[in-house]
């Protein structure tokens, strides 16, 4: 069984930083890809950051591509995403989740992952 807990949002000024955490407290992490989302109010969740469960691979929605860094450590069942130079269109909910494979077709995709974190909001004042 796979559970995310996420941690790190909050309230930081346009160009901050913050690091967001995902923790999964169950035994399978390594063997899932995993992804980072965000929904802003209003709005739809979109795609923010992938990485395959070997952390070889990433990718990256356009606009956050230089500015988030997404990483993980299996030994510690952790995901990260490193956001710099934050802006107001940043601010969010952000979620993680876990997926069993880093698909091309599916990695960008809401259905494309089984197991999600309740959420933690990042907001970028200007």
């Known amino acids: 069984q796979v559970q995310l807990v996420e941690s790190g949002g909050g309230l930081v000024q346009t160009g901050g930083s913050l690091r967001l955490s995902c923790a999964d407290s169950g035994r399978t992490f390594s063997t899932y890809a995993m992804g980072w989302f965000r929904q802003a109010p209003g709005k739809e969740r979109k795609f923010v950051a992938a990485?395959?469960?070997?952390?070889?691979?990433?990718d990256y929605e356009d606009s956050v591509k230089g500015r988030f860094t997404i990483s993980r450590d299996n030994a510690k069942n952790t995901v990260y995403l490193q956001m710099n130079s934050l802006k107001p269109e940043d601010t969010a909910v952000y979620y993680c989740?876990?997926?069993?494979?880093?698909?091309?077709?599916?990695?960008?995709?809401?259905?494309?992952?089984?197991?999600w974190g309740q959420g933690t909001q990042v907001t970028v004042s200007s």
């Open positions: 990485i395959s469960y070997s952390d070889r691979n990433t």
């Open positions: 989740a876990a997926a069993l494979s880093y698909s091309n077709s599916y990695r960008r995709r809401i259905d494309g992952y089984l197991y």
